[in-house]
Nanobody, 127 residues
Framework: EVQLVESGGGSVQAGGSLRLSCAAS????????MGWFRQAPGKEREAVGC???????TYADFAKGRFTISRDNANDILYLQMNSLKPDDTAMYYC?????????????????????WGQGTQVTVSS
């Protein structure tokens, strides 16, 4: 069964940090096109950052310099390290995967072709 399970969300004060994890199973994790998205109440889902099959990472402008995506291919886990958190970062964070190799892709493409999504993990940042 293809599955993504996020964890690591929680409540922090502005300026704090969180590390989200996305445990994957049922597909070839190390070569898959994956990413993180978020959705705040009343807003559309937006990309945070994505990593393509060659390991190239792209970030949304708001994430650059504060968020870092990494993948542990030995344990099939995708991470999102978030530093200097702001109240505007409050949202449900989702992990997504396209169960095939894609090189040179960006988050806009992943949003269209992702065939597996996690259940989400809530991040709340207070001022």
């Amino acid at each position: 069964e293809v599955q993504l399970v996020e964890s690591g969300g929680g409540s922090v004060q502005a300026g704090g940090s969180l590390r989200l994890s996305c445990a994957a199973s049922g597909f070839m994790f190390s070569s898959s096109f994956m990413g993180w998205f978020r959705q705040a109440p009343g807003k559309e889902r937006e990309a945070v950052g994505c990593i393509d099959s060659d390991g190239r990472i792209t970030y949304a402008d708001f994430a650059k310099g504060r968020f870092t995506i990494s993948r542990d291919n030995a344990n099939d886990i995708l991470y999102l390290q978030m530093n200097s958190l702001k109240p505007d970062d409050t949202a449900m964070y989702y992990c997504a995967a396209a169960g095939r190799r894609v090189a040179g892709g960006n988050c806009a493409i992943l949003l269209l072709i992702a065939d597996t999504w996690g259940q989400g993990t809530q991040v709340t940042v207070s001022s």
